[in-house]
């Protein structure tokens, strides 16, 4: 039959299946279970070879039961060839023979009626005939061949090979027939060929209740068969598509259902079964029997959605790559809280905190200010081992050794700047920001609330961890906290010190660090439990949250282009010094300067020539814009692009022919972060503040202001080039946001109508003069939860 299938194919797809048998991935790349032993993490995955997939048949099915989902078997069908062409040896176990057959049989039917009766009947009674009931076996027995047609003439467009098999609970029990079955996939594998199995359900009997033999499971249905199957052929990985997102610890759908991300067998006492699906055999109690008997044998097993139309299409080759999908089932316990539980529990926390009074609030942080200094010894040893650990792994470039580097000063600074932020908490949650008087008796106050829960990535920059805890702690914030591995044993220590510091109030864990293995990815689609997500670290950090987030915002600028425009009437002395601290100082910043542009009147004078010998004394790589380099015989290396971000000691160097083209060149160029004139001319000066559309905009100031500690907040959580709610350096400002509060006297919207005895005043009143009863005048109302 084998070689009947491979000489009934045309040369073309003969030349393409043999040429796949040659060259397939290296066996070094797909390294399969170490030692027969299921993957511990999700991360591992991606060296599963050997996998089945299991379609139940709500995945397989039309909703109505009839017939089957053929565009999401397409994708399927898809995905399971790509991850075959890349050298895995995948296997199918199929539902849907039942609901192919169910199809043809009832057109048969219908077709089989006479002609006469259907004549004679009328339109409207054919229509409302009823059909017999139609026997499953019978089903199946004319449903078999067409799906398995279905199946092969959709991997035939990827070149792919398919095989049938058709089991029954006797070929896993007889030895005999076990061996034949394993020989038989084994060789199909080797072959490069996909096989597709399915139970007989043309002449299988139906199972018997408690009928699992010691330590082996008996094939009850596709679930059961599934897992018999993939242990039988040692598959590394088995995955159950079905029509739920995963494991719940009670039934989907009710209120207080949780999605399980990673299951640990021991914890099944916990979990709450519902009914089974719409179709199928077996329900969600079934898919657990039959994913902890095959991961006790040494598989793994993922749970996942086949159905929802936003993932189908990816489903099964993001579960190869290790991301968040479905239940991940290990035997390996979790070592502490899921981020979702630690999600939770900070926002529980974090509602708490921001009911504390502004004075506490300012003691956590004055606390944690204290605590950098007195236990500073401790995070300087903990820095030492990360710093020794980069730089034997050679994996960090300068720039990021100086970022992941802490020094007695560098505490002692952020000290200060949490003494700044404690100041500054005394007037943040709950300020009132506008008050109106509706009508009489009827007060509605607009005021600042914290946003909810933070996410904060940052990369190898433990300064940032007290930082950004500060300001969460100031506004009232829940926090969670994603650190660079470079920096765990600092960002360790200093996560403990915060806690310490939130314990004095009873609020130790509403700043939560992250250190489970999640990939940042599956952090940004938590979008049920975060709130905002603020980006610290590069550029390209940046580009892959705001990417990966769907449905919460990203607080963070992608790039830092930043410009330095030298008009004609510029000051020498300030010229030198400006474009000396802005590209110098810290080159690696978002806030350096990338772009030098220069008016062409300052070409070929002495001006130009020292800024050209200063560069050049402070080591600078200067690239030449086009413009540029048309002055010039001999020019510099040309500007590859003028939108970069070179994060070192290199510029763009570009020519203008006025102000306005200056502006004109930083809209077309720039990243709307900070851009500075050096010119002594006011009118010049001031048209240049007013035009330029970026977050800051500097007159004879160096870029590197763009800063929260330069600008007086204390500490940023970042820059935002954003155009709503923050924009610029984001301090404690930029994590509040507001909500309204009316207080009335019985007061009802049929008051104000036409029949009504009440009329609108909507007077302003003073934001800092008490309403009667009010003992003093910046009025703190009861924060509702939120």
């Given at each position: 039959?084998l070689?009947?299938?491979?000489?009934t194919?045309s040369?073309?797809d003969?030349q393409?299946?043999v040429?796949?048998?040659l060259?397939?991935?290296?066996?070094?790349?797909?390294?399969?279970?170490?030692?027969?032993?299921s993957?511990a993490?999700?991360?591992?995955?991606?060296?599963?070879?050997?996998?089945v997939?299991?379609?139940?048949?709500a995945?397989?099915?039309?909703?109505?039961?009839c017939?089957l989902?053929l565009g999401?078997?397409?994708?399927?069908v898809?995905?399971?060839?790509m991850?075959?062409?890349?050298g895995?040896?995948m296997?199918i176990?199929?539902?849907?023979?039942?609901?192919?057959g169910?199809?043809?049989?009832?057109?048969?039917?219908?077709?089989s009626?006479?002609?006469r009766?259907?004549?004679?009947?009328?339109?409207?009674?054919l229509?409302?005939?009823?059909?017999?009931?139609?026997?499953a076996r019978?089903?199946?027995?004319?449903?078999?061949s067409?799906l398995?047609?279905?199946?092969?003439?959709?991997f035939?467009?990827?070149?792919?090979?398919?095989?049938?098999i058709?089991?029954?609970?006797l070929?896993?029990?007889?030895?005999?027939?076990r061996?034949?079955?394993n020989s038989t996939l084994r060789e199909?594998l080797?072959?490069n060929?996909v096989p597709?199995?399915?139970?007989?359900?043309?002449?299988?009997?139906?199972?018997e209740?408690?009928?699992?033999l010691?330590?082996?499971?008996?094939i009850k249905?596709?679930?059961?068969?599934?897992?018999?199957?993939?242990?039988?052929?040692?598959?590394?990985?088995?995955?159950?598509?079905?029509?739920?997102?995963?494991?719940?610890?009670?039934?989907?759908?009710?209120?207080?259902?949780?999605?399980?991300?990673?299951f640990?067998?021991?914890?099944?006492?916990?979990?709450?079964?519902g009914t089974?699906?719409?179709?199928g055999?077996?329900?969600?109690?079934?898919?657990?029997k039959a994913?902890?008997?095959?991961l006790?044998?040494g598989?793994?097993v993922?749970?996942?959605?086949?159905?929802?139309p936003?993932?189908t299409?990816?489903?099964i080759?993001d579960i190869?790559?290790?991301?968040?999908?479905?239940t991940?089932?290990?035997?390996?316990k979790?070592?502490?809280?899921?981020?979702?539980?630690?999600?939770?529990v900070?926002?529980?926390?974090g509602?708490?905190?921001?009911?504390l009074?502004?004075?506490q609030?300012?003691?956590?942080?004055?606390?944690?200010?204290?605590?950098?200094?007195?236990r500073k010894?401790?995070?300087?040893?903990a820095?030492?081992?990360?710093?020794?650990?980069?730089?034997?792994?050679?994996?960090?470039?300068?720039a990021?050794?100086?970022?992941?580097?802490l020094?007695?000063?560098k505490?002692?600074?952020?000290?200060?700047?949490l003494?700044?932020?404690a100041?500054?908490?005394?007037?943040?949650?709950?300020?009132?920001l506008?008050?109106t008087?509706?009508a009489?008796?009827?007060v509605?106050e607009?005021?600042?609330?914290?946003?909810?829960?933070?996410?904060?990535?940052?990369?190898?920059r433990p300064?940032?961890?007290?930082q950004?805890?500060?300001?969460?702690?100031a506004?009232?914030?829940?926090?969670?906290?994603?650190?660079g591995?470079?920096?765990?044993?600092?960002n360790?220590?200093?996560h403990q010190i915060?806690q310490e510091?939130?314990?004095?109030h009873?609020?130790?864990?509403?700043?939560?660090?992250?250190?489970t293995r999640?990939?940042?990815?599956?952090l940004c689609r938590?979008?049920k439990m975060?709130?905002?997500?603020?980006?610290?670290g590069?550029?390209?950090?940046v580009?892959e949250i705001?990417r990966a987030?769907?449905?919460?915002?990203?607080?963070?600028?992608?790039?830092g282009i930043?410009?330095?425009?030298?008009d004609?009437?510029?000051?020498?002395d300030?010229?030198?010094k400006?474009?000396r601290?802005?590209k110098?100082?810290?080159?690696a910043?978002?806030n350096?300067?990338?772009?030098l542009?220069?008016h062409?009147?300052?070409l070929?004078?002495?001006?130009?020539?020292?800024i050209?010998?200063?560069?050049?004394?402070?080591?600078?790589?200067?690239h030449?814009g086009?413009?540029?380099?048309s002055?010039?015989t001999f020019?510099?290396s040309?500007a590859?692009?003028?939108?970069?971000?070179?994060?070192?000691?290199?510029?763009?160097?570009?020519?203008v022919?006025?102000?306005?083209d200056a502006?004109?060149?930083?809209?077309?160029?720039?990243?709307?972060?900070?851009?500075?004139?050096i010119?002594e001319?006011?009118?010049?000066?001031?048209?240049?503040?007013?035009?330029?559309?970026?977050?800051?905009?500097f007159?004879?100031?160096s870029s590197?202001?763009a800063?929260?500690?330069?600008f007086g907040?204390?500490?940023e959580?970042g820059i935002s080039?954003?155009?709503?709610?923050?924009?610029?350096?984001?301090?404690?400002?930029?994590?509040?946001?507001?909500k309204w509060?009316?207080?009335?006297?019985?007061h009802?919207?049929?008051?104000?109508?036409?029949?009504?005895?009440m009329?609108y005043?909507?007077?302003?009143?003073?934001?800092?003069?008490?309403?009667?009863?009010?003992?003093?005048g910046?009025?703190?109302?009861r924060l509702?939860l939120?």
């Amino acid at each position: 039959m084998l070689l009947q299938r491979l000489c009934t194919r045309s040369p073309l797809d003969l030349q393409r299946h043999v040429c796949r048998l040659l060259i397939r991935t290296p066996a070094a790349v797909l390294q399969g279970r170490a030692n027969g032993s299921s993957f511990a993490y999700r991360s591992e995955l991606r060296h599963a070879k050997r996998i089945v997939v299991k379609l139940g048949s709500a995945v397989v099915t039309r909703g109505d039961e009839c017939g089957l989902a053929l565009g999401r078997l397409a994708s399927i069908v898809e995905q399971v060839a790509m991850l075959q062409n890349q050298g895995r040896e995948m296997m199918i176990v199929t539902s849907g023979a039942v609901a192919f057959g169910k199809q043809r049989l009832r057109h048969e039917i219908l077709l089989s009626q006479s002609v006469r009766q259907a004549l004679h009947s009328g339109h409207n009674q054919l229509k409302d005939m009823a059909l017999p009931v139609l026997e499953a076996r019978a089903c199946a027995a004319a449903g078999q061949s067409g799906l398995m047609a279905l199946y092969e003439a959709m991997f035939t467009q990827y070149s792919t090979c398919t095989a049938q098999i058709l089991v029954t609970n006797l070929d896993f029990h007889n030895d005999d027939k076990r061996q034949n079955l394993n020989s038989t996939l084994r060789e199909l594998l080797r072959m490069n060929i996909v096989p597709i199995i399915n139970t007989n359900d043309a002449v299988v009997s139906a199972p018997e209740p408690n009928s699992d033999l010691q330590g082996v499971i008996s094939i009850k249905d596709n679930d059961s068969l599934a897992a018999r199957l993939a242990v039988e052929m040692k598959a590394d990985l088995l995955i159950a598509l079905s029509d739920v997102e995963g494991l719940y610890d009670s039934p989907p759908g009710t209120d207080d259902a949780k999605l399980i991300d990673i299951f640990y067998p021991g914890d099944q006492q916990s979990i709450t079964f519902g009914t089974k699906s719409r179709v199928g055999l077996g329900g969600m109690e079934a898919k657990v029997k039959a994913a902890v008997w095959a991961l006790q044998s040494g598989t793994s097993v993922v749970i996942a959605n086949g159905t929802h139309p936003k993932v189908t299409g990816h489903v099964i080759t993001d579960i190869v790559e290790g991301k968040k999908v479905g239940t991940f089932f290990t035997e390996i316990k979790p070592a502490g809280p899921t981020v979702e539980q630690q999600t939770e529990v900070a926002r529980s926390c974090g509602r708490t905190l921001a009911s504390l009074h502004p004075g506490q609030r300012g003691e956590i942080i004055c606390q944690l200010a204290e605590l950098l200094t007195e236990r500073k010894e401790e995070i300087l040893a903990a820095n030492k081992m990360d710093m020794d650990l980069a730089i034997n792994a050679g994996s960090l470039s300068a720039a990021l050794l100086k970022r992941l580097s802490l020094s007695p000063s560098k505490l002692n600074s952020l000290a200060i700047g949490l003494r700044q932020i404690a100041v500054a908490a005394q007037d943040s949650v709950g300020r009132v920001l506008r008050r109106t008087r509706v009508a009489h008796n009827l007060v509605l106050e607009q005021i600042t609330v914290p946003i909810g829960v933070l996410l904060v990535i940052f990369e190898a920059r433990p300064d940032c961890l007290p930082q950004v805890s500060a300001l969460a702690i100031a506004s009232g914030n829940a926090l969670l906290l994603k650190g660079g591995k470079e920096a765990a044993n600092t960002n360790r220590v200093l996560h403990q010190i915060t806690q310490e510091a939130l314990s004095m109030h009873g609020v130790t864990d509403a700043v939560q660090l992250v250190s489970t293995r999640e990939e940042v990815e599956d952090l940004c689609r938590l979008d049920k439990m975060i709130d905002l997500i603020i980006p610290r670290g590069s550029s390209q950090l940046v580009r892959e949250i705001q990417r990966a987030a769907k449905g919460i915002p990203v607080l963070g600028h992608s790039e830092g282009i930043c410009h330095v425009y030298i008009d004609t009437e510029a000051d020498i002395d300030k010229v030198i010094k400006i474009v000396r601290d802005s590209k110098c100082d810290y080159p690696a910043a978002c806030n350096s300067m990338e772009t030098l542009l220069i008016h062409r009147d300052v070409l070929r004078t002495p001006l130009f020539d020292q800024i050209i010998d200063m560069l050049r004394t402070e080591q600078v790589k200067i690239h030449a814009g086009p413009q540029f380099a048309s002055y010039l015989t001999f020019s510099p290396s040309e500007a590859k692009s003028l939108r970069t971000e070179y994060s070192d000691l290199e510029c763009c160097l570009e020519v203008v022919d006025s102000m306005q083209d200056a502006v004109d060149h930083i809209h077309k160029y720039g990243s709307f972060h900070t851009d500075t004139i050096i010119t002594e001319n006011e009118d010049t000066a001031e048209k240049f503040l007013h035009q330029v559309d970026s977050a800051c905009v500097f007159w004879n100031a160096s870029s590197r202001f763009a800063d929260g500690y330069r600008f007086g907040l204390g500490a940023e959580v970042g820059i935002s080039t954003a155009r709503i709610h923050a924009r610029g350096p984001v301090g404690l400002e930029g994590l509040l946001t507001s909500k309204w509060v009316l207080r009335g006297d019985g007061h009802t919207a049929a008051d104000f109508s036409d029949h009504g005895t009440m009329t609108y005043l909507h007077e302003n009143l003073p934001v800092g003069e008490p309403l009667a009863g009010q003992k003093d005048g910046n009025f703190r109302p009861r924060l509702l939860l939120f």
